[in-house]
């Protein structure tokens, strides 16, 4: 049974075999496969794969980590993203880009819906400012 509990920045994952710190600030996405959960860091080649669906992460980021709360976006059924390192959103080739434009490039694939519903709230984002 995993246990979950959270600190400003950090999120701990406890399971009966290991306990995994993720420092927030450094999550670049979540990515959803079946009960697990794979969180992808800036630092390249260092997925760390957790016992947690991505409904759990999504909730866990709602009430434990309100700082960060805004900062992660769900994009349909598969993933959840830090808006910060969104580099491009491309809803006709149905991929968008994540880099912090220096150290680290992710490409992921999701619907069109889910990309022309992130550009937009990205839009929106920008008119208000």
Do not use: C, W
């Amino acid at each position: 049974m995993e246990n979950y509990s959270s600190e400003s920045r950090y999120v701990y994952f406890n399971s009966r075999d290991s306990l995994v710190r993720i420092d927030l600030t450094k999550v670049v996405y979540f990515e959803a496969d079946g009960n697990y959960t794979s969180i992808v860091s800036l630092i390249p080649e260092s997925k760390v794969i957790i016992l947690a669906n991505l409904g759990k992460i999504e909730r866990l980021l709602a009430l434990s980590a309100k700082d960060h709360s805004t900062v992660f976006v769900r994009i349909g059924k598969k993933y959840i993203i830090n808006s910060k390192y969104i580099f491009s959103i491309t809803p006709l080739h149905q991929e968008m880009v994540l880099s912090d434009q220096s150290g680290f490039h992710y490409t992921l694939e999701a619907s069109r819906e889910a990309l022309k519903a992130l550009k937009e709230t990205m839009m929106n984002k920008l008119r208000t400012k």
